[in-house]
């Protein structure tokens, strides 16, 4: 805590460090009110100072009750589980700090303060009292949106972020645009268990014209079911695991790729898959929406088990850090590797399984999913292997004090699609870079980007203005 060492140069900015570093320390401890002085005694003549550090720790505190205010929808006991600070424990300015994190991390709340006053008549007691900010957590939504990767998008959609008041997640969706149908159904109760076990489940239906996306020309018909399991490992990692079924039919057209429909001649145009998703995650993150300090890292596996009718595995690495410059400014680094392949009874990645890059979700400023490998009829193939990376400054809104729903950056994007490990070479990265901005609307996410491609090649399909609208960003 103390990091100053003799000889070194005086420094009035180390000090008031210094001095926040014991104050921290021994609020962890309960000593809330504790009172530090640093005394220096200077010497002219050596030009050399001596420092005495006069802690007074004060009388050790400890927390009466932990109150909210604000909350007019969510239930007490929803945003009391996401206590750290307990009541009738000591005071701990960690165990406050990690409460409040985890408050401004509830998708459904949109800001968090706390103050911590005395209780009248002691000197050894304070009260907590949290006062929260409530967003919208529901929409019932019949509309239009549009968006470069899918068309224009008809869409009603019940959903609930926070589902009477208990913070679980309820949603049904019935989306219909140029590429297809998507119609699903998902339940998730994050507090399954008083451990913080989660559960939940999702049935889904999609009928999409892939050539639609910008990928080959077929009909991906899937249906299926998936139930999970999240368990928290600590404070900040979590291991989610979610077996399910698949059910896929591909349907040919006259412009189907011959590669495609030699692989339904050897493997059939119906697949009935096992499935068993696992996913490790490590959050640091200091908010769910728009943060602005900590990381997000990921490790995703998916896995079709022995007796489906096509055996792979597919394994991603996915994360994004977000570093403060200043108070108006952040620099955010993320990337994502991935890869997959067959084994068992198949030799090679399913092609309808294959990683994409190109868009508004990867390397902006080239048309969606149009980077990489291509068919023989000059289609995009998509590969095994997915490499992408961005850089972003996180900028102020002009004439915006408060931007709590609006965010805009400066970017920087690299990445490809390779068919295999084999294949990667640097050379063959596309690079762009641009300016972006979201805002999390009343009517849905809207997602503009202005990006210049800095090396494409004479096949690439690029893209300078970008958008979606009431499109999900999942």
């Not at 068309?151 to 219909?176: D, P, R, Y």
């Not at 952040?330 to 990337?335: A, D, Y």
């Amino acid at each position: 805590m103390i990091d100053i060492k003799p000889g070194e140069t005086f420094s009035r900015t180390q000090l008031t460090q210094i001095t926040k570093n014991l104050g921290e320390r021994l609020g962890q401890e309960g000593y809330a009110f504790a009172n530090i002085n640093t005394v220096p005694q200077i010497n002219d003549e050596t030009r050399k100072v001596d420092l005495t550090f006069v802690v007074d720790p004060g009388q050790r505190v400890y927390v009466r009750r932990i109150n909210f205010q604000g909350n007019t929808k969510t239930q007490d006991e929803v945003l009391r589980r996401e206590m750290r600070q307990a009541e009738g424990a000591w005071y701990s300015t960690k165990d406050l700090d990690r409460s409040k994190t985890r408050l401004q991390r509830l998708d459904y709340l949109e800001s968090v303060n706390v103050e911590t006053p005395a209780v009248p008549g002691t000197n050894d007691q304070v009260d907590v009292n949290y006062t929260v900010v409530e967003r919208p957590s529901g929409s019932l939504m019949f509309g239009v949106g549009y968006g470069q990767e899918s068309g224009v998008l008809l869409n009603a959609s019940v959903t609930q972020n926070n589902f009477l008041g208990t913070g679980n997640q309820m949603s049904v969706a019935l989306n219909n645009s140029a590429a297809g149908e998507n119609y699903s159904i998902s339940y998730n109760n994050p507090y399954y268990t008083v451990d913080g076990v989660s559960r939940g489940f999702k049935l889904y239906y999609r009928d999409i014209d892939a050539a639609e996306v910008n990928t080959a020309d077929y009909v991906f018909n899937n249906y299926g079911f998936q139930v999970s399991f999240g368990f928290p490992l600590n404070e900040f990692d979590t291991l989610v695991l979610r077996p399910g079924y698949d059910h896929v039919r591909i349907d040919t057209t006259d412009n189907t790729p011959v590669e495609i429909i030699d692989y339904i001649a050897r493997n059939g145009d119906e697949f009935n898959e096992y499935k068993l998703d696992g996913s490790w995650s490590r959050d640091t993150r200091n908010r769910a929406i728009f943060p602005t300090s900590g990381s997000l890292n990921q490790i995703i596996g998916e896995i079709a088990i022995p007796g489906s009718d096509a055996e792979y595995y597919k394994l991603s690495y996915r994360g994004i850090g977000y570093y403060p410059l200043a108070r108006w400014l952040t620099w955010t680094l993320s990337g994502e590797v991935g890869y997959g392949d067959g084994y068992g009874n198949a030799d090679e990645l399913p092609f309808f399984e294959n990683f994409y890059a190109g868009g508004l979700r990867s390397v902006r400023g080239y048309k969606a999913n149009t980077l990489g490998p291509r068919y023989s009829n000059d289609e995009p193939e998509g590969g095994s292997f997915k490499t992408v990376a961005s850089t972003q400054f996180i900028l102020p809104v002009p004439f915006m004090e408060k931007s709590e729903n609006v965010r805009v950056a400066a970017f920087f994007d690299a990445g490809n699609v390779f068919a295999t490990t084999g294949d990667f070479d640097a050379g063959e990265l596309r690079y762009s870079v641009g300016l972006s901005g979201l805002w999390i609307s009343p009517l849905g996410p809207i997602v503009l980007s202005v990006a210049a491609p800095l090396n494409d090649q004479s096949d690439d399909e690029t893209e300078v203005f970008q958008f979606s609208f009431g499109v999900p960003l999942n």
